[in-house]
């Protein structure tokens, strides 16, 4: 069992930069894949970037590629996503998520999620 809390979110122009935290409770957090998935209003839950337990393979969404990064910290039950040049059509709840059970950009097979941190980039 893993529960997963996020932090980080606020209000922020265009532009600007901004760190979310996922901190994970639960012995086998190093034996978890690791995801962040965003939804904006209205809209269908969607893939950010993931990293694989190692921390050295990292996948994106093209939207994001080269503006976030992802990262954990295995001795500290933590992952990261560090957003930089934040545009508008980034603003949305970010959700932290752990082990998937089918393919990484694949929000269904999660099987467990925090409850999200609000993200907005005003133009």
């Known amino acids: 069992q893993v529960q997963l809390v996020e932090s980080g979110g606020g209000l922020l122009q265009a532009g600007g930069s901004l760190r979310l935290s996922c901190a994970a409770s639960?012995?086998?957090?190093?034996?978890?894949?690791m995801a962040w998935f965003r939804q904006a209003p209205g809209k269908e839950r969607e893939f950010v970037a993931a990293?694989?337990?190692?921390?050295?393979?990292?996948y994106y969404a093209d939207s994001v590629k080269g503006r976030f990064t992802i990262s954990r910290d295995n001795a500290k039950n933590m992952v990261y996503l560090q957003m930089n040049s934040l545009k508008p059509e980034d603003t949305a709840v970010y959700y932290c998520?752990?082990?998937?059970?089918?393919?990484?950009?694949?929000?269904?097979?999660?099987?467990?999620w925090g409850q999200g941190t609000q993200v907005t980039v005003s133009s």
């Open positions: 998520a752990a082990d998937p059970r089918r393919a990484l950009r694949e929000y269904s097979g999660y099987n467990y």
């Open positions: 639960g012995r086998t957090f190093s034996s978890y894949d």
């Open positions: 990293v694989r337990r190692s921390g050295v393979s990292t």
